[in-house]
């Protein structure tokens, strides 16, 4: 027995879930149906696919969600996971549930995947045949993607940096590169025994004035390492920055240089697809403003060409939504995505040359660190500050690197911290922005926060 | 004025807690920011620990109710009747009545609770309240 | 007394309206407030005008719509006429408005502004003091201008040809170029008084499969007619094709020419603007549907960069909207309008020199035409079939021009009938469609104008 | 079989009639089309002159009704107890409900009413009610 099965025995021998039979789970995942495979979706469409986001606490209104969704012909379900789960408190997580299931009220903001088990959950998931998508945000995601990929999900978010920089406070960022690495590896195992496994980072992170240059350094670099273990389908993702041409431009780049890295690593027979998410920051109280702004969304998802786009809805600014607002996001949005023909190619050279640039001047500081893994100079790179994202709440972010909006709404860096880019570069950022000197630097940063409300 | 204020239970929104602190700092409060994350016990110690007037806290994500039913019990382990109890943001999962909902935290223990309301209309109350008091 | 003074007296003596006051009329536009004048706020707004359709028979329910409208902050107001007036049959909108004005349930589909006449309708325009645009469709729009004018509307669309090729069916066409004249003469006279009044075309013509070029044609075409006449504001405008690229390139091309040849034919001191139109063609019976296409023509016009939107409702396939209906698209579309910045910039070398090509062959053929006046040569031009718009109901249209999509949705021209267009233009277009030979061309036709639903 | 069609009153929706003719024509029937912007009397006159079996009326602008209330006492001037009277597109003006407006048009002497009914589902109506007829 190697390492790897001893350490799966551990997992999943943990007291919360019933007892796991690895044969049967690969006998399962050997003969499932093309149809739950993403991997096989993106293959043979060429339409853009949408996916909702959504998870109820119980079994029965995650069914009747799906139903909704199937109604609209949804391309991709979801399965959001609760967030004691995500913390991986399964205790706190079966009690909510429970509390859930008797008050009819939901205490949870997500399917409490372990408590609920992969025997039950994978008779909804093969009832419903279509590829779902487990969306989670946990740093330490054994236990939850071998109950995932044992239930038919055969999608994984996440990583060990987009799932611990926005996600968590203090869980130990060394220990999440190696759950993670535990999670590439079983995913590219049983890619084998099928079509691929798809693995998805997540490029929204903490949603708020992200820099495109940082996104893209962290989607290619967990894309680097998901692909260094073996995985065969993986997608890139970032979300609605603002403006437009941010959009265009950050989506053009990222196109070249995922492409570019995976073949430079040797990776040429990966797939890498691209995934867009509508605008995942503050939404505004008014529901029909919502709407627009989705709509808005959509057809930015077009323009740019993304392979999958992610939906919100118009109850954003107020909860979890219901099944019907969700349908409808759904409904609306494929309903833009057939309408809009004759897309224009786009691009605009000298943001496209600054982004490479520095996503390329961080990347090469990266793999510059004397550290001997992959994983372990993208360790050392965060808690130097070389990657630093803003707003997030995890005690090793560095925190030096502040973002504004300039007057075409794109984010721009204000103050570099550690990052490693150049002169040319940072002064590039700098140039394209207009402080109001009649106000607080905060006051402006606020308004670029809220620029949807 | 001594404020502790944090995200309340396995919560990670932390963009209103930054901008909380911000505010309460402009307004010319002491800021003890515990950050997302923290459970009530913590909260209560750190108020205990500073003395502080008022504990403010923030939940996002939909989950305060789980996290606060207790707070009349540990309230009752000590001395904390001139501390102001303040609770904000969305306060449960999917759309809730205002009315139903501030009622429900108050009998929990809390003094002021506001679901979705601006964090800068709640700090203006909460000033209200504190002139109100003196 | 001068012969448009003479014209004028008699065609005020309408037995449908009360006394007509001129000296009294040029009192009031001399000091009519600058807020009424599009033209004033074109020249001081950064900003997409929005300006919503819409009208209803009574005086009231105009009203009580223009206070919904405001509460949204409406940029320009508009100020639909019912069909009876647009054909100047005076007595049927009469009947209509006395039996609508009785049953509550409105008879007509607009406003019948000469039997309400100028004393009580400026009585409204000036309450609101926010500019009013004239909508209507009428070949012969002598009197409804004089009356519009007078109530304080300093916007009058239409045009001899855009008001008649799609609006009418056997109404004199060089009746309509002489009738036309008056009302630019009327214009320029004003415009001379106060602000300029602002003229502008009727781009959407029969709002199905129009070629670009031939709307092109068109605007430019009724531009020179009005700015001959000393009008000094005028906006060409074009709607929503079905294809994104062929708006950009559309709005690229028009923007270029209508200058050039303002400037070439001396009138280097009017302004041009440019309108865009919401999708013209027959809407989506689901009203969420109706709203994201609405959505998506907004971002469109911004891409494009057009001074003035023209938009429609979620109420389109049903009927005319209810006055909240209306309020919401116009909330709607300045909400995203707000939102969306960093357009980029964009052209298509190719299209837009096909298009460009096409435009100036036209109007080669029509400035060549034999005849002294500009009016004379385009009549002649359109009974040569040189200018020919796919369904139009009007006789005099030489209806050989066929249109239909190509796999982009763009609009391309299948048959050219008698369209002065070279062969290397014709060659362009005919090597972008695709016919499917297992289908008849009718039914592919018919999927074009069904590309909304 | 013979139709006579057009579009009523001040009317100048022209797309449906266009493809009105085209489906009458593939379906077999000889059409004349009176085009857009046809009074009820010139329809009669058509009906009359070419022996219709069948007149099929279009409004799409929400006027009909002021256009067709006077088809009853129109139709007793002739014989015209064998002739289809039917009448389709938008049949009022703002949101109608068709339950109401119906059997407002059948009184006025319509035999087949189509209120934002496509106009081939409305076809297909009309060879089902002409084979039962025969
Ligand atoms: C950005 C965001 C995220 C980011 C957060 C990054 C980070 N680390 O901060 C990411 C993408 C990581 C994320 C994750 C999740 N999120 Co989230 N997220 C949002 C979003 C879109 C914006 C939040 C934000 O930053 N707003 C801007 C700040 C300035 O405003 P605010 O937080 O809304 O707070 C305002 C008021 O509430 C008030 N306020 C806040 N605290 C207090 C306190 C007092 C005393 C007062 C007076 C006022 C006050 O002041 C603010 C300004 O007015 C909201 C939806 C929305 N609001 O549009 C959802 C939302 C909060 N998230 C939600 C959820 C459920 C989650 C997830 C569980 C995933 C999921 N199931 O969808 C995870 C949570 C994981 C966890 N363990 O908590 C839900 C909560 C549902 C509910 N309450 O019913 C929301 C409402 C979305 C939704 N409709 O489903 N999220
Ligand atoms: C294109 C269009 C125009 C073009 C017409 C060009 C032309 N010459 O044809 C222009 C821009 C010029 C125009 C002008 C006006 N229009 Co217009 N127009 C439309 C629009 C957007 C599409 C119509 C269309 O071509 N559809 C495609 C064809 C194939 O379908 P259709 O006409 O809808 O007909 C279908 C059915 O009704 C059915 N059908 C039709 N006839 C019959 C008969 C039978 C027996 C059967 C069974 C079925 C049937 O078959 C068709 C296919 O399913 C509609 C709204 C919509 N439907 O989305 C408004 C609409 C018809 N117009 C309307 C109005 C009011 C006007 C104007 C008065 C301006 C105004 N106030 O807004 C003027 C009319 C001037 C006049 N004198 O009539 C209103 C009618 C309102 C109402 N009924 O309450 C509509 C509904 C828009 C609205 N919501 O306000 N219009």
């Known amino acids: 027995m190697n390492l790897l099965a001893i350490e799966r025995d551990a997992i999943v021998g943990n007291e919360f879930i019933e007892n796991f039979d690895f044969a049967e789970v690969e006998e399962f995942i050997k003969n499932a149906s093309a149809n739950l495979f993403i991997s096989h979706k993106f293959k043979n469409s060429n339409e853009i696919l949408v996916q909702p986001r959504g998870g109820f606490p119980t079994y029965d209104k995650v069914f009747e969600l799906y139903e909704e969704f199937e109604k609209v012909k949804v391309d991709v379900l979801p399965l959001t996971i609760d967030s004691n789960t995500r913390l991986n408190d399964y205790e706190s997580a079966r009690k909510m549930l429970k509390l859930s299931e008797e008050s009819e009220m939901d205490m949870l903001n997500g399917y409490p995947l372990i408590n609920h088990g992969y025997r039950t959950t994978r008779r909804m998931i093969t009832h419903f045949d ?50 993670w690495k535990y999670v590439e590896k079983v995913c590219a195992k049983y890619s084998k025994l099928n079509l691929p496994i798809n693995r998805e980072s997540f490029g929204p992170l903490s949603a708020t004035l992200q820099p495109p240059a940082i ?21 890139v993702s970032f979300s609605q920055t603002g403006s437009m041409n941010q959009d265009i431009v950050s989506s053009n780049v990222i196109k070249k240089l995922s492409r570019f890295y995976a073949d430079k690593f040797g990776h040429d027979d990966a797939t890498i697809n691209l995934v867009y998410h509508q605008w995942m920051g503050a939404f505004p109280r008014d529901k029909n403003f919502s709407e627009s702004l989705i709509n808005t969304s959509t057809v930015i998802a077009s323009i740019v060409g993304a392979d999958k786009i992610i939906t919100k809805t118009r109850d954003e600014a107020f909860g979890i939504p219901t099944k019907e607002a969700n349908a409808l996001t759904v409904a609306n949005t494929k309903y833009t995505l057939k309408i809009l023909k004759g897309i224009p190619k786009i691009s605009d050279e000298e943001e496209e040359e600054n982004l ?5 001047e961080i990347l090469e500081a990266v793999f510059n660190d004397k550290a001997d893994t992959l994983w372990r100079k993208i360790f050392n790179s965060i808690k130097k500050g070389y990657i630093d994202i803003p707003f997030s709440p995890h005690i090793i972010n560095n925190n030096e690197v502040i973002t504004i909006r300039d007057k075409n709404f794109n984010i721009r860096i204000l103050e570099k911290g550690k990052l490693p880019i150049s002169k040319k570069s940072f002064d590039y950022e700098k140039s ?6 009649d106000r607080t630097v905060v006051d402006q940063i606020i308004d670029g926060i809220g620029i949807m409300l | 004025m001594k404020v502790v204020t944090g995200v309340v239970g396995n919560d990670v929104h932390v963009v209103a807690n930054r901008l909380i602190e911000i505010s309460l700092k402009e307004r010319g409060f002491e800021v003890f920011n515990l950050g997302v994350n923290t459970y009530l016990e913590e909260f209560i110690d750190a108020v205990v620990e500073t003395r502080a007037d008022v504990l403010l806290i923030s939940s996002l994500n939909g989950e305060a109710e789980g996290w606060c039913r207790d707070l009349q019990s540990l309230k009752s382990n000590y001395d904390l009747k001139d501390v102001i109890f303040m609770i904000g943001g969305n306060l449960g999962v999917g759309e809730m009545n205002p009315a139903e909902i501030v009622p429900k935290f108050k009998d929990y223990g809390f003094d002021l609770v506001f679901h979705q309301v601006d964090l800068n209309e709640g700090l203006d109350v909460l000033e209200e309240y504190l002139g109100a008091r003196r």
Chains 1, 3 share one sequence.
């Open chain 1, 130 to 179: 279509t590829p779902v998508s487990l969306r989670h945000g946990t740093p330490d995601a054994r236990l939850l993607v071998e109950v995932a990929l044992a239930s038919g999900i055969f999608e994984i978010e996440g990583g060990p940096i987009s799932y611990l920089l926005p996600y968590s406070k203090n869980f130990p960022l060394d220990k999440a590169f190696l759950y």
């Open chain 1, 215 to 235: 996104v893209l350094v962290i989607q290619i670099l967990e894309m680097l390492l998901s692909l260094e273990e073996g995985v065969k389908s993986f997608s």
């Open chain 1, 356 to 360: 490479t640039n520095e996503v390329n």
């Open chain 1, 432 to 437: 394209k922005i207009k402080l109001d000197k």
